[in-house]
């Protein structure tokens, strides 16, 4: 995360740079809003609102609410860096998929010896497998963290390998395919239930979106690898086990409890909600309302739901159009191309991202997790950024 952190704020100081020099020459700078403007506006004022008028928040609480709305300047920060091309979008893109791909054979390894070179405290074995295997999670401490992050990246280099000029299976996919195939394998090792469900539903929504054929395909190939899976793999068919019987299941009962209570809380406070992420602190209260004991304190496990409980009503009116409108406007440039070309495969690539994003969330709070919001917002900037230099391109042959 501090990496992470850091190379934010240099892009940032970066970016503050090249505009002072750029201003100092008198050079043209190029400035297209992104058409997110206002459900981004609307849900930070409501996040705002919300921590200054909702009782009992306390100082470092709202520094902390208020500090989390810092992936807006990010956002903004890599969207003019790209729009401008001062940094070289498609030698970053790769760049981010060489060290990704590095990273998912650590974690492949990891899975089988527990490595974790990081942090000196003791690796656990998974607690729902038979056998002593661990959960992939690269070089971050959480697994869920690690999934929800790589399963963003991975859905891009398929949509490299879907939009190629070139035959699927052609040798020049080679890096592409090695690439998918081994973050895809990191991703399983993971044994996160809401990234693999994000991973299959995006995957196959541009398998469609490129030919029926080809969807038709993958989703036989994914019939056949779960059946192998289940069938060999006992850690895979212990998960989805246990999934499936989700009344003996501490984790998906928990869960479930989990959006009970934060739905009940969302009740008493519709309007500006009890403050973003502060719903931890009160939902013991709403366990013993409904089932009269203790049950597991955290997030909502839902990420719509965290919202919806943290800033009310409004505030989850604007981000719910946010999503919408990142998605709808991306799908609308995708469907102007017509020939297979790297914006093409971009945009392809940003639309199953989001459409795993959008899912993956349903389990997890996916945006307010540091590590992926930061692998989110930059691949969404990326995208808006071809987005719409293609527009000025369309509007300047007009």
Same mark, same amino acid.
């Not at 009992?56 to 300047?73: A, C, F, M, N």
């Given at each position: /995360?501090?990496?992470?952190?850091?190379?934010?704020?240099? *892009?940032?100081?970066?970016?503050?740079?090249?505009?002072?020099?750029?201003?100092?020459?008198?050079?043209?700078?190029?400035?297209h809003?992104?058409?997110?403007?206002?459900?981004?506006?609307?849900?930070?004022? &409501?996040?705002?609102?919300?921590?200054?008028?909702?009782?009992?928040?306390?100082?470092?609480?709202?520094?902390?609410?208020?500090?989390?709305?810092?992936?807006?300047?990010?956002? =903004?920060?890599?969207?003019?860096? &790209?729009?401008?091309?001062?940094?070289?979008?498609?030698?970053?893109?790769?760049?981010?998929?060489?060290?990704?791909?590095?990273?998912?054979?650590?974690?492949?390894?990891?899975?089988?010896? #527990?490595?974790?070179?990081?942090? *000196?405290?003791?690796?656990?074995?998974?607690?729902?497998?038979s056998?002593?295997?661990w959960?992939?999670?690269?070089?971050f401490? @959480?697994?869920?963290?690690?999934?929800?992050?790589?399963?963003?990246?991975g859905?891009?280099?398929l949509?490299?390998?879907?939009n190629?000029?070139?035959?699927? $299976?052609?040798?020049?996919n080679?890096?592409?395919?090695?690439?998918?195939?081994?973050i895809?394998?990191?991703?399983?090792?993971?044994?996160?239930?809401?990234?693999?469900?994000?991973?299959?539903?995006?995957?196959?929504?541009?398998?469609?979106?490129?030919?029926?054929?080809?969807?038709?395909?993958?989703?036989?190939?994914?019939?056949?690898?779960?059946?192998t899976?289940?069938?060999?793999?006992?850690?895979?068919?212990?998960?989805?086990t246990?999934?499936?019987m989700?009344? @003996?299941?501490?984790?998906?009962?928990?869960?479930?409890?989990?959006?009970? *209570?934060?739905?009940? /809380? &969302?009740?008493d406070?519709?309007?500006?909600?009890? #403050?973003?992420?502060?719903?931890?602190?009160?939902?013991?209260?709403?366990?013993?309302?409904?089932?009269?004991?203790?049950? /597991?304190?955290?997030?909502?496990?839902?990420? =719509?739901?965290?919202?919806?409980?943290g800033?009310?009503?409004?505030?989850?009116?604007?981000?719910?159009? $946010?999503?919408?409108?990142?998605?709808?406007?991306? =799908?609308k440039?995708y469907?102007?191309?017509?020939?297979?070309?790297f914006?093409?495969?971009?945009?392809? #690539?940003?639309?199953?991202?989001?459409?795993?994003?959008?899912?993956?969330?349903?389990?997890?709070?996916? &945006?307010?997790?540091?590590?992926?919001?930061?692998?989110?917002?930059f691949?969404?900037?990326?995208?808006?950024?071809?987005?719409?230099? /293609?527009?000025s391109?369309?509007?300047?042959?007009?």
């Amino acid at each position: /995360m501090a990496a992470m952190e850091i190379l934010s704020w240099l *892009s940032f100081v970066l970016l503050f740079c090249i505009l002072i020099y750029k201003t100092i020459k008198k050079e043209t700078v190029k400035f297209h809003w992104t058409g997110l403007e206002k459900p981004i506006l609307g849900f930070v004022f &409501f996040v705002i609102l919300s921590a200054f008028f909702v009782e009992d928040i306390t100082p470092i609480e709202r520094k902390y609410i208020l500090g989390s709305q810092r992936w807006v300047l990010l956002f =903004y920060t890599y969207y003019f860096l &790209f729009l401008n091309e001062w940094v070289s979008s498609k030698k970053n893109l790769q760049a981010l998929i060489i060290f990704v791909t590095l990273v998912s054979i650590y974690s492949i390894l990891q899975t089988f010896w #527990g490595w974790d070179i990081f942090r *000196s405290a003791p690796y656990k074995p998974t607690p729902f497998s038979s056998l002593e295997i661990w959960r992939a999670k690269g070089f971050f401490s @959480n697994p869920i963290t690690y999934a929800n992050s790589i399963n963003i990246l991975g859905l891009f280099v398929l949509g490299l390998l879907l939009n190629t000029k070139e035959k699927l $299976f052609h040798k020049e996919n080679k890096f592409y395919w090695m690439s998918f195939l081994l973050i895809s394998i990191a991703l399983f090792f993971s044994f996160t239930r809401g990234a693999w469900l994000g991973f299959i539903v995006g995957g196959l929504w541009m398998a469609l979106l490129t030919s029926r054929r080809i969807f038709l395909r993958a989703l036989l190939s994914l019939i056949i690898i779960f059946i192998t899976a289940f069938s060999l793999f006992t850690p895979f068919r212990e998960r989805v086990t246990k999934t499936a019987m989700a009344k @003996n299941q501490s984790s998906v009962s928990n869960r479930l409890l989990l959006w009970r *209570s934060n739905f009940e /809380m &969302f009740k008493d406070h519709p309007y500006l909600g009890v #403050g973003l992420f502060l719903n931890e602190r009160k939902v013991q209260k709403y366990h013993y309302k409904i089932q009269d004991k203790q049950g /597991m304190v955290g997030h909502a496990h839902n990420v =719509y739901l965290q919202v919806l409980v943290g800033v009310g009503i409004f505030g989850f009116i604007f981000f719910v159009w $946010f999503y919408g409108k990142a998605y709808f406007y991306l =799908y609308k440039s995708y469907l102007q191309l017509t020939e297979p070309s790297f914006n093409k495969a971009i945009l392809l #690539g940003s639309l199953g991202a989001l459409t795993s994003f959008y899912v993956s969330g349903l389990t997890e709070p996916n &945006f307010f997790d540091g590590e992926v919001t930061h692998m989110f917002v930059f691949l969404l900037a990326f995208s808006y950024s071809i987005k719409n230099r /293609m527009r000025s391109k369309i509007e300047s042959e007009a």
